[in-house]
């Protein structure tokens, strides 16, 4: 099991990174989930990204009401080698919030 963040951010832009598992091996097929908090009602983009990390490949929005957190247990996931999992901000966010992705 690994844990990605990129920790707490104050005020991020439109687009910006929360969490990112870095390209990924082949044949990966374990347990996914999705955690995101915030001080402040925010949208934040679940992204399952292409190994050029140039198109995704799957999205979903998850939207997070003010002082809360979120988990989205995904269940089991196989990615195509080199593929990533990424969490981005939908919109400017002003207050704080953290996106992790356990896999």
């Avoid at 957190?69 to 269940?75: C, E, N, R």
Wanted: zero cysteines; glycine letters at 8%; aromatic letters at 4%.
């Amino acid at each position: 099991m690994a844990w990605y963040s990129e920790g707490e951010l104050t005020s991020p832009a439109d687009g910006a990174l929360l969490a990112t598992t870095g390209k990924l091996a082949v044949g990966n097929n374990s347990m996914t989930t999705v955690i995101v908090s915030a001080t402040v009602a925010a949208a934040v983009r679940l992204l399952y990204r292409n190994a050029a990390d140039s198109a995704s490949k799957q999205g979903q929005t998850i939207r997070v009401v003010a002082n809360s957190t979120v988990v989205v247990p995904l269940g089991a996931q196989v990615v195509d080698i080199g593929d990533a999992l990424q969490v981005v901000t939908v919109g400017a966010i002003l207050g704080a919030v953290q996106a992790s992705i356990v896999y």
